[in-house]
């Protein structure tokens, strides 16, 4: 008998997008003060003491850790989004500590059972996980910021960002209502990706599940946050889901098949995390200076900064195709990435992160003028 060819999973993925940086990052690499690297939003201050103390605390932690993670981090996730953000009525089964957000969007769809036939919608310009959430699941995909493109055809579930990565745009509040009733309405399910929430500037971000957007019920409704930015805690992969207890149970049903345990140690130190907004204003205030540093350089230079009113980076534009721009960087050492990797609509722009230490960021911004 013949065997047939097989057809693996990652051939039917989209190329991994840092994968074609290597040329322009070799470049860069090659100034005589070397590389300034804008390209990957991953911190590099250090992670807060209080939170490696809380590390060290729990070091000694020998059994497995249960899936639905332990309620005092439940707890600390919800009494954090009702201090910080204003979000009531969770109470501990609506709350699931993940291991980092990443992971979490690639397997949700397939995790809540959408796949062959179903559509998934997402931003025009969107984190690429999205996308790959979608094809793992065998389910079709589409980029766009209109509902209304969609025709009669109803997405299974939608994503929305906001605070938005690449462009750092935030949705409104009557816009987030008008998408929650839109999904109510037809049963689709609306996943916020809330991920860069406490790095605004210009703007105030609002979650998904604040009572004035999702009119006091949860229903339907999922929000995604990470520790990595607030709390420098990339390293430690803490993330967790909220909102629906329905679907918070149906994700936890399948993770505990599957033996997705955040790590003991790790949640007693995203309680401690969750817990002190003293180190959350002092790494806002530093990564403001660095962003008005590079602002102010890129707009010296010629770019015009578009959206940018939150998130970590600078969407930057010289009204060129953008991998000209990336290339126009790499030759002053400065590695960026192209808005090209978060959808056609981004092919003029390049998206500037400012997580860069500040002698870094200083560097950038002498070889920008």
Request: proline fraction near 6%; charged fraction near 20%.
């Amino acid at each position: 008998m013949r065997r047939g060819v097989r057809t693996t999973v990652s051939s039917r993925l989209p190329d991994f997008p840092w994968d074609h940086l290597q040329s322009a990052g070799a470049q860069a690499r090659r100034h005589a003060d070397g590389i300034v690297d804008l390209s990957v939003g991953t911190p590099v201050d250090p992670t807060p003491a209080v939170v490696q103390e809380a590390l060290r605390a729990a070091a000694d932690s020998p059994g497995y850790p249960l899936t639905i993670g332990l309620p005092e981090t439940r707890q600390a996730c919800i009494d954090w989004l009702v201090r910080r953000h204003g979000v009531t009525g969770l109470g501990l089964d609506g709350v699931l500590p993940v291991i980092g957000s990443k992971e979490l969007i690639a397997s949700m769809p397939g995790h809540l059972g959408i796949g062959a036939g179903d559509l998934i919608a997402y931003p025009a310009l969107a984190y690429p996980t999205y996308e790959v959430g979608a094809v793992l699941a065998g389910a079709r995909a589409v980029a766009t910021d209109s509902l209304t493109s969609l025709g009669p055809e109803t997405p299974a579930l939608l994503w929305l960002n906001s605070p938005s990565n690449p462009t750092g745009r935030v949705l409104p509040p009557e816009h987030l209502k008008k998408v929650v009733d839109w999904c109510r309405e037809r049963g689709t399910i609306l996943v916020s990706d809330e991920c860069y929430l406490e790095c605004a500037w210009e703007a105030t971000p609002l979650s998904v599940l604040h009572p004035s957007v999702s009119g006091g019920s949860h229903e339907g409704i999922l929000s995604v946050h990470s520790l990595s930015k607030r709390s420098n805690l990339a390293g430690y992969r803490c993330a967790f889901v909220a909102g629906d207890t329905a679907l918070v149970g149906e994700l936890l049903a399948v993770r505990k098949n599957l033996g997705l345990q955040m790590p003991g140690p790790q949640q007693r130190a995203m309680i401690a995390a969750l817990d002190d907004d003293e180190h959350v204003a002092v790494q806002h205030a530093t990564y403001a200076a660095r962003r008005a540093s590079l602002r102010t350089a890129l707009e010296g230079a010629g770019f015009r900064i578009e959206h940018s009113e939150a998130s970590l980076y600078l969407w930057a534009t010289r009204e060129e195709d953008c991998w000209s721009t990336v290339s126009w960087l790499a030759e002053r050492g400065i590695l960026v990435a192209p808005g090209s990797f978060y959808g056609a609509a981004g092919s003029q722009h390049v998206r500037v992160a400012f997580t860069a230490t500040d002698e870094r960021v200083a560097a950038a911004v002498a070889r920008l003028a």
